[in-house]
């Protein structure tokens, strides 16, 4: 298969296009910059991407979009987060409409912060939009991709978690205070992580590339744990105390109240219903051997 790729530079897509090629397909980067031979070149904030892109692509993996946790949340930069995701998908979907044999699938990123956050639900691919800012930009990023279904393109919407990686992402900012012993419980610890190891993510994005699946699908693994579980694991592993204890205020002085409410002391309970009815079979389901497998212990 040729697949495109959006974000194809990313933590996710960097694994995703390694696998494929290790799987004998064929990734096509969507670039951002002049794009090179098998390449893609398009811009957001400029709302173009190259005429007959995704002629003779099989499927497109869309997963580019500005970093939530990049930046402090100013208005400006919550407007770029928004704009980044629903003009990038609006692009591609339309790309998927226009092309000459075109992908037959459409994988389209998004997250589980679409569900909003609760101490006591749990969170199937059913559950309604819950209510914040990153609920209402899951909800329009998602709406955005739904014109590629026009012409009979099946679509799946990636609603992914935390994603463990020790190449980025959080456990490659966390992984070093805790083995300098200064991990340990943020705010009340009870705020759940839906986590899901990189092998699991991208093993879960080429299973849906073939699968029948259409519609939101739960990127997590089948097991999430609290926070305080999540830093007592991490000590466990590492063998390191977790005493250390996180206020609410430290990161919010340094983060801003929302980011850090969201990135840090919110959280849900989130499982992957869909994936594991479709017959997918996690390699990392519980937290123990994902971070036993990521941090060499």
């Not at 500005?66 to 400006?76: P, Q, S, Y």
Request: hydrophobic share 40%; aromatic share 8%.
């Amino acid at each position: 298969m040729r697949i495109a790729i959006t974000g194809a530079s990313g933590l996710i897509g960097t694994a995703l296009s390694a696998r494929l090629k290790a799987d004998g397909h064929e990734p096509v980067p969507v670039v951002r910059r002049a794009p090179n031979d098998n390449e893609i070149g398009w811009s957001v904030d400029e709302k173009r991407i190259d005429d007959g892109a995704f002629d003779g692509i099989d499927a497109v993996v869309h997963l580019a979009g500005a970093g939530i946790g990049d930046e402090r949340w100013t208005d400006a930069y919550k407007k770029e987060i928004l704009e980044s995701r629903t003009v990038g998908t609006a692009l591609v979907a339309q790309a998927v409409n226009e092309a000459t044999n075109g992908p037959k699938v459409l994988l389209s990123g998004s997250a589980i912060g679409y569900y909003g956050e609760s101490l006591d639900a749990t969170f199937t691919e059913t559950s309604p939009a819950g209510s914040g800012f990153l609920a209402d930009v899951c909800e329009a990023w998602e709406s955005s991709a739904a014109p590629a279904r026009a012409d009979g393109t099946r679509v799946a919407f990636l609603r992914t978690g935390i994603v463990l990686s020790p190449k980025g992402g959080a456990l490659k900012k966390l992984a070093p205070l805790y083995k300098f012993g200064l991990g340990g419980k943020m705010g009340s610890g009870k705020q759940w992580q839906s986590w899901i190891h990189i092998d699991d993510e991208v093993g879960a994005i080429v299973h849906l590339l073939t699968s029948e699946v259409e519609g939101p699908v739960n990127l997590t693994a089948p097991n999430p744990v609290p926070q305080a579980g999540f830093a007592d694991a991490m000590g466990d592993v590492l063998n390191r105390p977790t005493f250390m204890y996180t206020p609410k205020f430290a990161p919010k002085l340094v983060l801003g109240s929302e980011l850090a409410d969201n990135l840090l002391f919110e959280g849900q309970n989130v499982v992957p219903a869909v994936l594991e009815r479709d017959g997918y079979t996690f390699e990392y389901p519980d937290l123990d051997g994902a971070l036993r497998d990521l941090l060499g212990k």
